[in-house]
């Protein structure tokens, strides 16, 4: 594919392509921008490159997940690299500058369940992945998403099945 | 009418999603502050490995027209800086070949007796 080729792609898929990068950065609007401008520079930059084994879209949600979780290591090692030198144990704490979007209800309910099953669910039924696109999107084995997809399906129906009177 | 299975689910998490696209940023705007970002973090990075890669390669090929060379024809007597370690006390032992009495002693007389004793 060439560079317009990507970025067209990358245009087309773009409004759920920060849906997704929004509930992998834990509802923080600044820091899914960040990851979707770096994302798109990877695939730009060759850094990342689509090799054809799966749909475009599994690729590139596999590149947003993949950069919002280095962004949050790198920030949890900074964080601790000043913890130490300043022997302080706080942890980071969201800035006045961060935005972090309204929860709704779908979101309280999912923050009850782990990652892995959160991520597996918003794949399947938000973004209308197969779950073995999910797996090759989260870099996981089909067992595996199959086993989270069940049983987060199960705990989101028991915290529904609580809400209804 | 059979509805899909976990049609609730979808309903949902698609009302969801709908509601984060709507407040997307606009997709050229997103890509034009990235590549504005990573220009201005990397220019002066850039210029300065270029310089010094530039140094290296200048001091590498001034040091390689500097280094000395052997003259001609001088290799058969050139010596080692370490040669006086090689020197012993009996390295003139080897310097010349050794001499004989003059004149030669005469040894028959001693030989007859060896040969008269294992007989």
């Known amino acids: ?165 | 009418m059979n509805r899909p299975p976990d049609d609730d689910l979808r309903r949902m998490f698609a009302e969801a999603r709908r509601a984060d696209e709507e407040k997307a940023p606009a997709f050229r705007g997103v890509l034009d502050r990235g590549i504005a970002r990573r220009s201005a973090k990397h220019p002066r990075i850039a210029w300065s490995l270029v310089a010094a890669a530039a140094i290296v390669v200048v001091i590498s090929i001034w040091s390689l027209h500097r280094s000395p060379k052997i003259p001609p024809g001088r290799i058969e007597t050139w010596k080692p800086p370490t040669e006086f370690l090689l020197a012993a006390s009996t390295t003139k032992l080897f310097d010349a070949m050794p001499t004989l009495a003059n004149p030669v002693p005469d040894y028959s007389p001693l030989l007859a007796k060896e040969k008269g004793r294992k007989s």
Do not use: N
């Open chain 1, 1 to 165: 594919m060439k560079r317009e080729d990507f970025e067209a792609e990358m245009e087309r898929l773009h409004p759920m392509s920060y849906a997704w990068a929004l509930g992998s950065c834990r509802r923080d609007r600044e820091e899914a921008e960040d990851v979707l401008q770096e994302t798109y520079l990877k695939i730009l930059d060759g850094r990342a490159r689509f090799a054809g084994a799966s749909s475009f879209k599994t690729f590139l949600f596999g590149v947003i997940r993949t950069t919002a979780a280095e962004r949050r290591r790198r920030r949890w090692f900074r964080a601790d690299r000043l913890a130490f030198w300043s022997r302080s144990a706080a942890a980071p704490r969201p800035t006045a500058a961060t935005v972090v979007e309204e929860p709704s209800r779908l979101s309280e309910m999912l923050a009850g369940l782990a990652a892995r099953q959160r991520e597996v669910l918003e794949l399947v039924f938000g973004h209308d992945m197969t779950i073995e696109e999910a797996a090759r999107a989260l870099g996981i084995s089909v067992g595996s998403a199959r086993v989270h997809y069940e049983r987060g399906k199960k705990r989101l129906r028991q915290a529904l099945a609580k809400e209804r009177p």
